[in-house]
């Protein structure tokens, strides 16, 4: 396994923060910070943020995303806001799947696989979540049902257009709660995600697909997850939104 051949990405989740002055005012904050990077660093932001953020971070090394995108073209989808529509607004990348959307807002294995199409197919990057409950998890289901939403979210997504998917293994019960999973436990589970992926197109592609731990990953932890030969990087909640501790896990995936 060489991780030389994948690119290591951290992105920062911003979830529901940030006016878009206060979106500028961190950005300009954090460039000077990470400039120096030696790995990918994208933000994901509130829709009403993109402009003040693609703007404040013209000319550094910051890309820029959305943290959710619908899967039509356009329609009466009240609400919603189309891959098209976040292209236009110079969006890079965009998160699908998180298990905020899953939990709290109905999305399913099914509407994942139809928005990560959809995305791909206008040009956009995506970052794709998968990830198990504490109930799952203690019932031993972790290994197989990495594997089925991945395959599902994928379904339909060729060998190519995977070269734009980042997948990231955010186990649910390591959400928000403040708890992580320890090193190894991240890179199993990245582990398995990395195993289905070879399992629909073979090792030789699955050995180049970026696969992010997410889940309470901080500036205390982030090198000991970063050292491990499945984590290519990872999808930062909290830490993403104070600039120091952004610039501290940029710089683990650095080394």
Avoid at 21 to 28: C, G, P, R, V, Y
Avoid at 51 to 65: D, M, R, V
Avoid at 177 to 185: I, L, R
Wanted: aromatic share 6%; charged share 20%.
């Amino acid at each position: 396994m060489d991780k030389a051949k994948r690119a290591a990405v951290i992105a920062g989740n911003w979830k529901m923060n940030k006016t878009p002055a206060e979106a500028k005012a961190l950005i300009e904050e954090m460039k000077p910070l990470v400039a120096d990077a030696k790995c990918d660093v994208v933000l994901c932001v509130p829709y009403v943020d993109i402009p003040a953020a693609t703007e404040a971070a013209a000319g550094s090394n910051i890309k820029i995303g959305a943290e959710n995108v619908h899967f039509k073209a356009s329609g009466a989808y009240t609400g919603e806001v189309s891959a098209d529509m976040l292209k236009a607004v110079g969006v890079e990348y965009v998160i699908i799947g998180h298990s905020e959307r899953r939990q709290y807002f109905g999305e399913t294995d099914q509407t994942v696989n139809l928005r990560t199409k959809a995305a791909l197919d206008a040009g956009l990057k995506v970052i794709l979540c998968v990830g198990e409950t504490l109930e799952q998890r203690e019932l031993g289901y972790t290994e197989a049902l990495l594997e089925y939403q991945t395959k599902i979210a994928l379904t339909g997504v060729t060998a190519e257009q995977l070269k734009n998917v980042i997948i990231a293994y955010e186990p649910v019960w390591a959400i928000g709660t403040g708890v992580t999973a320890t090193d190894e436990q991240a890179d199993e589970g990245n582990g398995f995600v990395r195993n289905a992926v070879a399992a629909a197109y073979g090792a030789d592609v699955a050995e180049t697909v970026t696969i992010q731990y997410g889940g309470s990953m901080n500036a205390k932890n982030a090198e000991g997850l970063l050292s491990k030969v499945n984590v290519d990087g990872g999808l930062i909640g909290g830490a993403s939104l104070k600039a120091a501790d952004f610039s501290v896990i940029v710089k683990a995936a650095s080394k």
